[in-house]
């Protein structure tokens, strides 16, 4: 019982995780190409989860784990997504000849800053 309550747990936080996430980033105009992802990650991880729910209910139900690893697969993309845009644009924030001060623990741009702080408070 308490492997399926995890497990459960888990699944509901892959699948609602996407919503406040994309609230913050949606007004940063640099993060706007992540839309597509973000929002198919919203709908996919919601159908996925009430497709698991639903399949986790019947006694026999082959495509159980399939859809387990659908809604995770859902979860990697978009995580994927998400630390790949942030690798090109802390790239792009920082200037051309920026990159020795930057190494050397000079000051980044305040917009990555506050993203990284941001993100922080998650890991």
Known sequence: ???A????T????????PFPLWRRLAVLPQWQRLKPVM???????HVFFVLLAASSTMTSMPANELIE????????????????TLLVTSRRAVEPGEGAALSRGGARQPEVLSLLAWSAKFI
């Open 1 to 3: 019982m308490t492997d």
């Open 5 to 8: 309550t995890v497990a459960s």
């Open 10 to 17: 888990a699944f509901v936080v892959l699948a609602i995780t």
């Open 39 to 45: 929002m198919a990650a919203r709908v996919l991880g």
């Open 69 to 84: 690893r659908l809604l995770v697969s859902t979860f990697v993309v978009w995580t994927g997504a998400l630390a790949v």
